[in-house]
C-alpha cells in the first residue's frame, strides 16, 4: 500500500509532526506500508523523515507561493495581511500555482501511489489539481477553517473530489463539516505522540542559562509557555498573567520556542515579546529561551506548562506532549484543547485571553505542590491511553483500507482489473 504524503512547508510545525507520527504508526503495523513523502522545501521536517527511514522527494516551491500565508489568509486575532492584498498575491501566484501543479503530478505519475494523503491547506488545494483523478485523494486538516474566507471557500468548493477528510480533532471535524456537503466522510482522528521521548525520565534543560537569567539560590517554580510564535498562541496573556502574580510567589516565567513559517504577519518576534514583558516591568521574572532542539527536556525542566490560545485550538500538541512528560498543565478552555483533557483531573482551565483567570490558576498551582503532582501523575496515565502510536494507527489504516477497497469496487464495475493494493 503505497501512500504519498503532501506536505507544503519544510519547517517542524505540529501538523508536520502529527504527520511524522502517523506514518511511523501505521509503519509499526502494516507490513505492506509504502509511505514516501513529498515535500515543498528542503528543511528540519524532511531531515527529520529522512532520519526515520521515510523516502522524501523535494519538489521546491517558488517563494513567493511559499510565502503566501496559510494563517495570514484571515481569522485568527492579530493577523495583519488584509484581504484585497491576499487577494492580489493570489492572483499573483496563480501562475506559480499552476506550474509548480504540473510538476507535483508528473512526481505523483511517477510514484503511482494507492492513496495520496495531503497536510497542510496549500497542498490541499494543490493535491485537487495535480492527483490522478484515479487515485483517492485524503485531506489532512489540522485547523479551523470556516472563520477564514479563503480556506473556506477552498473546501467548500473541493471537498467533493476527496475521498475523505481526516480532522484532528471533533471539534474540527464539526467546524469542517459546516462548510461540507454530507458527501464526503470526514474522520474526527486525534494525533498521537512519541511516547518514548516525551516522558517523566530524562535530563532537564537549564531554562536559567539558556534564557540569560541569573542562577536562583531559592527554590522557584518554573511556568512555561512552549511552542511557535503564532500571535494566537497567547504569549500576551501569559506575560499579562505572570505580571499580575503577588510579587513574592517564587516563580518564573519562560517563553520556549522561536518563529518558524515564512508567512507573513501571523507571528511575534522575541524581541516584540522581549519589550511587551519589559513593559509589564517582568524583566528579571521572565526568560526567552529561543527555538530549542529538546523540547521533552525542557518541559521536564519545568513545573508547569501553560497553553493559552487566544483562538480555540484545534488540538495542541503541546498540551499532550506535557502531559506525557507528567508536567501540571493549564489549558486555554476552547475547542479540540478540550477534548485531551479532563478539567481538575488531568489539567486545569482557563477563559481563552482571560489573564487574570490565568494567574489565578498558576498561582493556585504554584502554591499547592501536591495539587501540581496528582495533576501530572494523572495527565501521564492518560496521556498512555490516548496518544499511542497503536491508537492512531488503528484509526487510520481502516479508513485507507475502506477507501482501497472502494477503488477495486470502482474499479471492477468499469471492467478494469482490480488493483487491490491493500494486499
Ligand atoms: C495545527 C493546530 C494545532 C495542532 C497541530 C497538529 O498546528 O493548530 O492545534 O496541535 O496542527 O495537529
Known amino acids: 500500500m503505497k501512500v504519498a504524503y503532501l506536505n507544503p512547508t519544510g519547517q517542524l510545525g505540529g501538523a508536520e509532526k502529527a504527520l511524522l507520527d502517523l506514518i511511523i504508526s501505521v509503519r509499526a503495523v502494516e507490513p505492506q506500508y509504502e509511505p514516501h513523502l513529498i515535500v515543498a522545501a528542503d528543511g528540519p521536517f524532511a531531515k527529520e523523515a529522512a532520519a526515520l527511514q521515510i523516502p522524501v522527494h523535494i519538489v521546491p516551491l517558488p517563494f513567493a507561493l511559499a510565502r503566501l500565508g496559510d494563517s495570514a489568509a484571515g481569522g485568527h486575532a492579530g493577523t495583519q495581511t488584509s484581504k484585497i492584498q491576499l487577494l492580489l498575491r493570489l492572483l499573483n501566484a496563480s501562475f506559480l500555482l499552476l506550474t509548480y501543479a504540473r510538476q507535483l503530478r508528473r512526481m505523483l505519475v511517477n510514484l503511482a501511489p494507492a492513496i495520496i494523503h495531503s497536510n497542510g491547506f496549500k497542498m490541499h488545494a494543490l493535491g485537487l489539481l495535480a492527483a490522478p483523478r484515479s487515485t483517492p485523494l485524503v485531506w489532512h486538516i489540522h485547523d479551523y477553517i470556516s472563520s477564514r474566507p479563503v480556506m473556506k471557500q477552498l473546501v467548500r468548493w473541493g471537498h467533493k473530489r476527496c475521498a475523505a ?11 469542517i463539516q459546516s462548510v461540507c456537503s454530507n458527501k464526503t466522510p470526514i474522520h474526527p482522528v486525534h494525533n498521537a505522540i512519541d511516547l518514548n521521548y516525551f516522558s517523566p525520565l530524562g535530563n532537564k534543560l537549564e531554562l536559567d542559562a539558556l534564557a ?12 512555561a509557555l512552549l511552542g511557535t510564535m503564532a500571535r494566537w498562541k497567547g504569549h500576551e496573556v501569559f506575560l499579562r498573567a505572570l505580571s499580575l502574580l503577588p510579587a513574592t510567589l517564587p516563580v518564573r516565567g519562560y517563553v520556549i520556542g522561536g518563529a518558524l513559517y515564512q508567512t507573513d504577519g501571523s ?43 487566544t483562538a480555540p ?11 506525557a512528560c507528567a508536567r501540571a498543565v493549564i489549558v486555554s478552555q476552547a475547542g479540540g484543547a478540550t477534548e485531551l483533557v479532563q478539567i481538575s483531573e488531568t489539567a486545569l482551565g482557563h477563559t481563552p485571553g482571560n489573564a487574570q483567570e490565568l494567574a489565578d490558576r498558576i498561582t ?3 502554591t499547592n505542590a501536591a495539587q501540581r503532582q496528582q495533576l501530572g501523575a494523572a495527565a501521564h496515565q492518560a496521556s498512555r491511553i490516548h496518544f499511542t502510536h497503536h491508537r492512531l494507527a488503528n484509526e487510520i489504516l481502516p479508513i485507507y483500507k475502506g477507501l482501497l477497497v472502494q477503488q477495486d469496487y470502482r474499479a471492477s464495475k468499469a471492467g478494469v482489473p482490480a488493483v487491490a493494493n491493500y494486499k
Open 165 to 175: 477528510i481526516i480532522a484532528n480533532s471533533h471539534s474540527v471535524a464539526e467546524d
Open 313 to 323: 485550538e484545534p488540538f495542541g500538541l503541546v498540551i499532550a506532549e506535557a502531559m
Open 212 to 223: 540569560g537569567l541569573p542562577p536562583t539560590t531559592t527554590e522557584i517554580i518554573r511556568v
Open 364 to 366: 493556585q498551582l504554584v
Open 267 to 309: 507571528q511575534y518576534s522575541i524581541e516584540e515579546l522581549r519589550q511587551s514583558a519589559a513593559k509589564l516591568g517582568l524583566q528579571h521574572r521572565v526568560g526567552f529561551t529561543g527555538f530549542i532542539s529538546d523540547p521533552a527536556a525542557a518541559m521536564r525542566a519545568c513545573d508547569i506548562v501553560v497553553h493559552a490560545s
